[in-house]
């Protein structure tokens, strides 16, 4: 702290310099902060040269002096080196803190909160557990004109918000975790069959290093953030399975775009309906979730020869935000999958079924996680082109 003069008064007494902080004080802050600045979590040790590079800055000015920064303040002087008035910082911000053009901004309040919220964090981050760790995979990319990202910090939130859970990132180029780029892929116009192929391969090239941490027991819970077409995320979420817990997420726009789920949300229920009759063992399946899919718009060799059946909300209209709430999320997967289970009555001799999705993030990767490998059908998945159903992917072939 930049001081006026090099005397105050203790107890009575003319000091004639600064008090010493106490070894203990020192160190409880020190654990306190995690070794990190209170402001930008800056690591405060320079692994270089191995030295301490953080600096214990006062909240209320160690003494009384005119240009002590918020020294003037009711705080008796000999609590003001103690650790509850200290606060570690990296040079620059003590600077900054400091300054005395600053002072209005960064007064004893906004100080006190910066401490508080630091060490509240370092205490519950260091609390975890080795079994509070979630690696976390991101796919972005394939989607006609949008780039979208989701920034480290936030994955980190997110996750340690709503799992309580520590968000490893390994194994990538930008360490932002297991990273699956499909923004440089080709538009699928341009070669229908061959887009969907190399979307499979970049997806099964990525998810290597994470299918190798799983198997040698190192990876035991994936965070999935992923924005892409969907039949990449049906691929994706069938590929990464169900015999590893998996939380996904999915962008939420609206006052602020967050990656949170909502406890605020109405939840949502489903239902499948069934809208035409065959006397085949043909199924065609609709979700209708963030949109509605006609049933006239289905190609008509598959309309003509199946049971079609649609998987819609029970009472709201489909719409984008249909899966806020993660408790509506999970009540789609149950419906999904327990309709998959009803097939093995309903039509016995059923081998595949055709998928047409309107579907929200998480209800795409969804729709390919926990199928039974061996008992339940394959899926083929349709998508757009121009104003055509197509078919793309088919996952879960015997």
């Known amino acids: 702290m930049s001081e006026e003069t090099d005397t105050i008064e203790l107890e009575g007494h003319i000091v004639s310099k600064r008090l010493n902080i106490k070894k203990q004080d020192e160190v409880k802050l020190w654990v306190r902060s995690g070794g990190r600045c209170a402001i930008c979590n800056k690591y405060l040790l ?10 214990m800055a006062h909240i209320v000015g160690w003494s009384k002096a005119a240009k002590s920064p918020r020294g003037q303040a009711e705080l008796a002087l000999e609590d003001r080196n103690t650790v509850d008035n200290l606060v570690l910082l990296c040079a620059d911000h003590h600077k900054i ?38 690696v976390v995979l991101r796919m972005l990319g394939g989607i006609r004109g949008a780039t979208v990202e989701v920034s480290k910090e936030h994955a980190r939130n997110v996750v340690f918000n709503s799992e309580q859970k520590f968000a490893m990132f390994i194994d990538s180029f930008d360490k932002h975790g297991i990273e699956i780029d499909l ?27 994470l299918i190798g941490g799983v ?4 990876v035991r819970h994936i965070s999935v953030f992923a924005l892409s077409r969907i039949p990449l995320l049906i691929y994706l979420g069938y590929k990464l399975d169900d015999k590893i817990p998996t939380s996904l997420y999915q962008k939420h ?13 109405k939840i949502e229920t489903f239902e499948v309906i069934q809208l035409k009759e065959s006397q085949t063992s043909k ?5 209708s979730l963030s949109g509605s899919i006609d049933i006239e718009n289905l190609p008509t060799e598959v309309l003509e020869d199946s049971n079609v059946y649609e998987l819609k909300p029970v009472i709201t209209t489909p719409n984008r935000n249909i899966l806020r709430n993660k408790a509506s999320y999970e009540n789609f997967g149950k419906c999904y999958h327990d309709f998959l289970s009803r097939l093995e009555t309903i039509h016995k001799s059923c081998d595949t079924i055709h998928l047409f999705a309107a579907t929200p993030v998480a209800a795409a990767i969804s729709c390919g996680r926990g199928l039974m490998r061996d008992a339940q059908p394959a899926i083929t998945i349709y998508d757009l082109s121009a104003t055509i159903y197509k078919p793309t992917i088919t996952i879960n072939a015997k």
């Open 215 to 218: 198997e040698k027991g190192q």
């Open 97 to 134: 803190v400091d300054t005395k053009a600053l002072l209005e901004e960064f007064t004893l309040e906004r100080l006190m909160q910066h401490k508080a919220n630091h060490e509240h964090r370092i205490y519950h981050l260091t609390a975890l557990q080795i079994d509070s760790e979630s």
């Open 253 to 265: 726009r609206g006052d602020e775009e967050t990656w949170m789920w909502s406890e605020k949300e």
């Open 283 to 287: 199924v065609a399946l609709i979700l």
């Open 46 to 55: 320079d692994l270089n040269f191995d030295v301490s590079i953080g600096e």
């Open 183 to 209: 923004n440089l892929m080709p538009d699928p116009e341009d070669n229908w069959e061959a887009y969907w192929s190399m979307g499979q391969s970049i997806i099964d090239k990525c998810l290597r290093p």
